[in-house]
Nanobody, 126 residues
Framework: VQLQASGGGLVQPGGSLRLSCATSGFTLDYYALGWFRQAPGKEREGVSCITLSHGSTYYADSVKGRFTISRDYAKNTVYLQMNSLKPEDTGVYYC????????????????????WGKGTLVTVSS
């Protein structure tokens, strides 16, 4: 199982970024995937998760209405579209996955993923 996150960068407040997580070594259908972030001096938090087996998505309250998670099966890639970015969205973003059948919220809240990719840095600043 391999995960490669990309798409981070420097953006002004109110701007947008789309993160990509290229996956290999497993089938998206049977895995939960999620985006987590760690801001400087803070603990890692679950931003958004998605599962097909359970048919659910989860968004942290802080990103609801601004972020959208999606998956492209043909490309084995998961995306995180981030709009209306705020300085507090700054951090290193990681994609992660595990095989399971629980809800997306379970994986995001517990952080109980088995495989983690290297992070991509998102900086929101003017």
């Amino acid at each position: 199982v391999q995960l490669q996150a990309s798409g981070g960068g420097l953006v002004q407040p109110g701007g947008s970024l789309r993160l990509s997580c290229a996956t290999s070594g497993f089938t998206l259908d049977y895995y939960a995937l999620g985006w987590f972030r760690q801001a400087p001096g803070k603990e890692r938090e679950g931003v958004s998760c998605i599962t097909l087996s359970h048919g659910s998505t989860y968004y942290a309250d802080s990103v609801k209405g601004r972020f959208t998670i999606s998956r492209d099966y043909a490309k084995n890639t998961v995306y995180l579209q981030m709009n209306s970015l705020k300085p507090e969205d700054t951090g290193v973003y990681y994609c992660a996955t595990r095989n399971g059948y629980y809800s997306a919220s379970y994986y995001c809240v517990t952080g109980g993923m088995d495989y983690w990719g290297k992070g991509t840095l998102v900086t929101v600043s003017s």
